[in-house]
């Protein structure tokens, strides 16, 4: 039903800056918590930051805080997730995801176990030194 398409990912040195888009096919996209996650060689899936459906309340793992920022234009469905200050160890592959849910937060998303309701299908992200 909602389809997510990341763009964005590529090659960048460490330090620099890199801005991931999503954007999503619902019609009521405005109601959704949406999410960022990623997923580096030999490791899980890990969550990385969450944005409700206003943008008004962000949630943020504690790697990224204070150098990723995650927003959203809900008149054009879209969700960014701007990185700052890449690291080698941020080299992964990013997904969106979206959450229906009325009962939705990003607090909720970032749980462990938690399954979100779409998920896009990544964008790789490698961060070189």
């Known amino acids: 039903q909602v389809q997510l398409v990341e763009s964005g990912g590529g090659l960048v040195q460490t330090g620099g800056s890199l801005r991931l888009s999503c954007a999503a096919s619902?019609?009521?996209?405005?109601?959704?918590?949406m999410g960022w996650f990623r997923q580096a060689p030999g490791k899980e899936r890990e969550f990385v930051a969450a944005?409700?459906?206003?943008?008004?309340?962000?949630y943020y793992v504690d790697f990224v805080k204070g150098r990723f920022t995650i927003s959203r234009d809900n008149a054009k469905n879209t969700v960014y997730l701007q990185m700052n200050s890449l690291k080698p160890e941020d080299t992964a592959v990013y997904y969106c995801?979206?959450?229906?849910?009325?009962?939705?937060?990003?607090?909720?998303?970032?749980?462990?176990?938690?399954?979100?309701?779409?998920w896009g299908s990544g964008t790789l992200v490698t961060v070189a030194s």
């Open positions: 944005i409700s459906g206003s943008g008004g309340s962000t």
């Open positions: 995801a979206a959450d229906v849910g009325s009962l939705s937060s990003p607090r909720k998303i970032a749980t462990p176990g938690y399954d979100v309701d779409y």
């Open positions: 619902g019609r009521t996209f405005s109601r959704y918590a």
